[in-house]
């Protein structure tokens, strides 16, 4: 009996062994079909809506891309520094001549876009609105990817930004209004009355104020807007802001409002309302907060238009306008201190607190 246990178990042994060796056998095999919840390649990464997954290009493909600069300022500096990092990541540098030109000059810069032109570039990054129009008017027949450019409609680039209808296509720096407005919400929730103070007379500041009206009821907010014509009304604005219990400012990005902004700040500040707006060069003032975009990322996505168009073949006609970009939150550390806010974690988390 005891032999017959000692055969039985030494069976059941080598019958474990052998499952085991074909189970790991078996797993060997399928290790590569088999997609693994920590194998990076099984779903594609994507930035910016940007998939890092790119399709292969012929190495004997060549093309020549004139990028034009019209402002030597960190933002353009930003979007074709993103422009050049996108090529790299897709590995293109072997495919791709790149030629540089920043040019202040208005005539000078008409000059070097017409010698890109004369010398066959293949596609045109135009960064900012002069350097676009300017392209687009010496050119269409070439293609033309513009980068940071605010409203390419009201500047006559597209026809529309669903369809373009030309030459030209690219990446708006339109304000993230809405997300100035979530910004509110996110640094200090128990917010429940805004007002904005726009120049009723700049159509982009007028647009922005009606987005964050919408914006604001969609988070529980009432928006008071104070459209203003003049100097003189910038007074009445902040009195009735008081009146009426206000308890956050949103200035939208707007030339006058930027240029009589210490005196809505001087109120503002006495009164402990945190101002938001419209970029970090108003937050430099001594604003409260913005959301604000990241010029790389514009860039990024100008040469993932300009890729599509030359590798993938797409035409600049029926490319859409690109509206979306990556922003960033930014807190102005002696507004947050002079006003008395402390920021919870949460809060805290989600933004980069600056010191001007």
Known sequence: MKKHFVLIMNIVLVV???????FTAYKMLTRGNTPSSDDKSATPASVSGVSTEYPSVDPSERYKIGIVQHYNNADSNDCYAGFI??????????NVDIVYV????????????????????????AIGPYAAKSAAALTAEIPIVFAGVSDPEKEGLVASNENPGGNVTGVSSYPPTFEQISLIKTLLPQT???????SSTDENAVT???????????????????????????????????????????????AFILKHIDTILKFTDANKIPVYVGNEKMLKEGAFATCSINYTSIGRMAAVQSCDILFGKSNPATLQVVYKHDCYNLVNKASMDALGIALNQTALDQ???KEY
């Open 208 to 254: 922005q104020a009606i987005l964050a009206e919408d914006k604001a009821e969609e988070h529980g907010m009432t928006m008071q807007r104070c459209p203003i014509t003049k100097t003189e009304e910038i007074k009445t604005a902040c009195e009735d802001i008081k009146k009426n219990g206000v308890q956050a400012v949103f200035l939208p990005a707007d």
């Open 351 to 353: 933004v980069q607190v």
């Open 85 to 94: 990092s996108e090529l790299n990541e897709r590995g293109l540098v072997g």
């Open 192 to 198: 429940k009355t805004c007002a904005t103070l726009y």
């Open 16 to 22: 474990l062994i052998l499952g085991a060796v074909a």
């Open 102 to 125: 920043i040019e202040e000059d208005k005539d000078r810069c008409k000059s070097e876009i017409q010698r890109l032109i004369d010398e066959k570039c293949d596609l045109i990054c």
